[in-house]
């Protein structure tokens, strides 16, 4: 299997093939939240969070992406959690792809829960099999799951699905304020999006506990071992 040549991360050449898989990955997982919000009933909370934002000050969905994702990747530094590489290629990488799609608009949006809920499913499928293939590349995790991470391990007392529903509620509400929008969706991508990426994993027999994520002063002493040897 390819992908069981990636995630090595021991040289240049190998570093370089996992930012291109992480990249395209990301990049279709852009395209799976593209279908959640070309569902129409109502956005996954961080969505409508990036929709509320990008309603109230007038500006694109991936600006609104990457101004989220910045700041909690500033945050994630701060709370001294583990950063790699992709964290990088994430806060870019999925809010321009869906603005992309957006642009080229290939799926007319949903106007009932009728053929929107099937559509979310899919966008939701759609983001688990390339959460896998981004993981698989082993160079971190992105800055949201790294908050949460790094959240629950400074409150030890509470589980960390607490904490997850906590953060999310707290994501949405703000969103909802800013003028994003709310629906029968948010709760189906709160509480299946998890099911779906453990169903999608367990269909490839990818285990994400067991792998090693490859933290950016690793990568970068890599690929300046490279640079130096040329």
Not at 124 to 150: E, H, K, N, W
Request: proline content about 4%; charged content about 10%.
């Amino acid at each position: 299997m390819i992908l069981s040549k990636l995630g090595k991360n021991d040289s240049f050449g190998a570093i370089i093939a996992d930012i291109f898989l992480a990249a395209f990955s990301l990049f279709v997982n852009g395209f799976g939240i593209y279908l959640t919000i070309r569902a129409n009933i109502g956005a996954a909370p961080w969505d409508v969070l990036n929709l509320g934002l990008s309603k109230a000050f007038g500006i694109l969905y991936g600006t609104a992406s990457i101004a989220v994702a910045v700041t909690i990747l500033a945050i994630d530094v701060i709370m001294r959690e583990p950063i790699g590489l992709a964290m990088f290629i994430d806060a870019v990488v999925v809010g321009k792809s869906v603005d992309f799609f957006n642009m080229l608009d290939p799926v007319p949006q949903s106007t009932s829960a009728f053929t929107g809920v099937p559509m979310l499913i899919l966008g939701l499928i759609v983001i688990a099999y390339t959460q896998f293939t981004y993981m698989a590349a082993s160079l971190g995790c992105g800055p949201r799951d790294t908050l949460l991470v790094g959240l629950a391990k400074r409150i030890k007392r509470v589980p960390i699905g607490t904490v997850s529903i906590a953060l999310l509620s707290a994501v949405t509400l703000t969103g909802y304020l800013l003028g994003g929008p709310v629906g029968i969706g948010t709760l189906i991508s709160a509480f299946c999006a998890g099911p779906i990426m453990d169903l999608s994993f367990r269909s490839v027999h990818f285990d994400a506990t067991g792998i090693h994520h490859q933290r950016l002063g690793e990568s970068l002493s890599v690929i300046g071992g490279k640079i130096n040897r040329n």
